[in-house]
T-cell receptor, first 111, second 112 residues
Framework: QKEVEQDPGPLSVPEGAIVSLNCTYS??????FMWYRQYSRKGPELLMY????GNKEDGRFTAQVDKSSKYISLFIRDSQPSDSATYLC???????????FGAGTILRVKS | DADVTQTPRNRITKTGKRIMLECSQT?????MYWYRQDPGLGLRLIYY???????NKGEISDGYSVSRQAQAKFSLSLESAIPNQTALYFC???????????FGDGTRLSIL
């Protein structure tokens, strides 16, 4: 079993929809949680960075962590065609040496 | 200018050739990483370096070697390339191991 599991999709939604992207993790020591967005032919870019449980909001994006169920979510409100990309979740422990990435979910927002 | 620069961006080569991929960064980070990305498998860590004198194997280091020439430069070598090393390769940097990593735009490598 991978330490971070993520449904690869693709997930296809109409423009304006609310998108929910999810990951599960197995390592109880994970304390930091990140979401990256990767456009075609580009490197992953950091979208959201959270510590421990709770919500964090940035514009149309909300990251949510539920440590009790080891569940990580990214919500995108009012989705746009420009949101079409691969979204990767990542986690690590406090003082961890490296990030553990999910396989990525392909999102397509249709206009 | 990009904070993390990878060269070349694309490379096609033949089985058995030696290949070097280069990464340089202007972020001033001590930690640098090399990943490969394959469809459906996500990012897999090849090697990582805490500083010039500290290099560590990742989960898939067989067939690869690295060199940390300076704080800002970290290169990845394939000593004798084979077709299943065809992939997208990314370099990343971070301030600490539990902090976000910053990625270059990758090298698309094809081995025929």
């Amino acid at each position: 079993q991978k330490e971070v599991e993520q449904d690869p999709g693709p997930l296809s939604v109409p423009e304006g929809a609310i998108v929910s992207l999810n990951c599960t993790y197995s390592n109880s020591a994970f304390q930091y949680f990140m979401w990256y967005r990767q456009y075609s032919r580009k490197g992953p870019e950091l979208l959201m960075y959270t510590y421990s449980s709770g919500n964090k909001e940035d514009g149309r994006f909300t990251a949510q962590v539920d440590k009790s169920s080891k569940y990580i979510s990214l919500f995108i409100r009012d989705s746009q065609p420009s949101d079409s990309a691969t979204y990767l979740c990542a986690s690590t422990a406090l003082y961890g040496n490296k990030l553990v990435f999910g396989a990525g979910t392909i999102l397509r927002v249709k206009s | 200018d990009a904070d993390v620069t990878q060269t070349p961006r694309n490379r096609i080569t033949k089985t058995g050739k030696r290949i070097m991929l280069e990464c340089s960064q202007t972020k001033g980070h001590d930690r640098m990483y090399w990943y490969r990305q394959d469809p459906g498998l996500g990012l897999r860590l090849i090697y990582y370096s805490f500083d010039v004198k500290d290099i560590n194997k990742g989960e898939i280091s067989d067939g690869y070697s690295v060199s940390r020439q300076a704080q800002a430069k970290f290169s990845l070598s394939l000593e004798s390339a084979i077709p299943n090393q065809t992939a997208l390769y990314f370099c990343a940097t971070s301030e600490r191991g539990d902090q976000p990593q910053h990625f270059g735009d990758g090298t698309r490598l094809s081995i025929l």
